[in-house]
């Protein structure tokens, strides 16, 4: 799909509402974008010269300075440089701060407030704030002064340990999913604290972190553990409640299947003609095949490897058994079902002309969201922005710049 930049003044859920976001890398960007992606004009506060870490990371580029990794965590965003040290920058925040209904920040918990920029004191400024903090282990506790990283907070909530295939060395998920998960928890608490205030008038503190957004998603593994007393151990593909529920091999590679309930065990039996399994006292019940999980899919292995994927994939399918292909990312991202879905976008960029992007998750029929900004250079608004204040008589004119960048 061809992304034009859209109408700024579009009807989506968010117009109106200002986000500051000074936030870098992954979990406080993929936040602000969302809100962004929702209408909200979203301001990126960045260090002079050298701006979010990520502008400069992952080990390929496309044609501008700027990484692909930046550029897929913060379109519909500008940029202002700020050097929160310095008072006249300082100064710029505050007045932004008085304009602002949330701001967003991922530093080490006590630098906010050391900066100036904590939340007793912006709250003073504007009572109406939506203030939230991003970190590793979240703003108290014995842990709260550890460096935050997604592969960090995966090994200490436990989901490290019950990733990967039995005996193997420890496996991190693929995915980043303490980091995104706990933009996806912040954004949650942030909308969530926007309709509190339309009820109180006041904004609050929000406190998010990647070890809980780790343990927040661990639903069957924490069940697991408080109904049997035993730490889950590593399962490779398969499901901690069902079973079978896992990649399984045909003659011509892996597919995955969904035999997620009895009904659907029975059809899947019907289609492998296995039926005598159902007799067996080991896979009688969901509970059974559970706990045999290992045995089961010894049973199934040869008559599985007599078909290729395709075939096993169909005929599953035509029965009403949940089944699918594994396709890498480019597969994945090639299909017509994801083009259909428009997932793949692509983003004009003043440096890169264009970029490949992945589309909105989630659909809005009546207020579609729009990319309305590329991903900003390095404060490439920041004289736009300063007009802003001083139009509104909260910034001096003669300190538009403050300092050099």
């Known amino acids: 799909m061809d992304t034009s930049i859209q109408n700024e003044h579009a009807h989506l859920p968010l117009a109106g509402i200002r986000v500051l976001d000074i936030t870098q890398v992954m979990a406080g960007p993929f936040c602000c974008m969302l809100l962004g992606d929702m209408g909200a004009d979203v301001i990126k506060i960045e260090p002079p010269k050298v701006g979010d870490s990520t502008r400069h990371s992952m080990g390929f580029r496309l044609k501008g300075e700027d990484s692909p990794g930046f550029l897929a965590l913060n379109r519909n965003k500008r940029s202002i440089a700020l050097d929160l040290k310095n008072p006249a920058d300082r100064d710029v925040l505050y007045a932004l701060v008085k304009t602002a209904d949330v701001l967003v920040e991922n530093a080490r918990p006590g630098v906010a407030a050391r900066l100036g920029m904590g939340y007793e004191t912006l709250a003073e400024m504007n009572p109406r704030l939506v203030y939230a903090s991003i970190s590793g282990f979240g703003q108290t506790g014995p842990w709260a002064q550890r460096p935050g990283f997604d592969l960090i907070a995966q090994a200490m909530s436990g989901a490290l340990s019950a990733t990967g295939l039995p005996g193997s060395e420890p496996v991190k998920n693929g995915i980043p999913v303490a980091d995104l998960g706990a933009g996806l928890f912040a954004t949650y608490g942030i909308l969530s604290a926007l309709m509190g205030r339309e009820k109180s008038g006041r904004g609050q503190f929000i406190d998010a972190s990647l070890l809980e957004a780790a343990l ?92 290729t994927v395709h075939a096993w994939v169909e005929a599953l399918l035509a029965a009403g058994v949940p089944a699918g292909p594994i396709y890498n990312y480019e597969q994945a991202l090639a299909s017509d079902h994801v083009a259909a879905r428009e997932m793949v976008m692509n983003i004009p960029h003043p440096v890169e002309g264009s970029f490949r992007a992945l589309g909105f998750p989630v659909k809005m029929r009546g207020t579609p969201q729009q990319v309305r900004h590329a991903p900003p250079l390095l404060d490439q608004h920041g004289d736009e922005i300063r007009r802003e204040l001083s139009e509104k008589g909260l910034l001096q004119s003669s300190g538009q710049k403050a300092v050099a960048r």
Request: proline fraction near 7%; glycine fraction near 6%.
């Open 216 to 307: 927040g998603l661990s639903v069957w593994e924490t069940t697991e553990l408080w109904g049997t007393g035993k730490s889950p151990q590593p399962i490779g593909s398969a499901n901690r409640m069902s079973a079978p529920y896992q990649a399984v091999q045909a003659s011509d590679g892996y597919f995955v299947i969904g035999a997620a309930n009895q009904k659907l065990w029975l059809t899947f039996l019907d289609v492998v003609k296995r039926p005598e399994l159902n007799s067996d006292p080991r896979f009688s019940t969901n509970a059974l095949r559970v706990t045999n999980r290992v045995e089961l899919i010894e049973e199934l292995r040869p008559t599985l490897a007599q078909r």
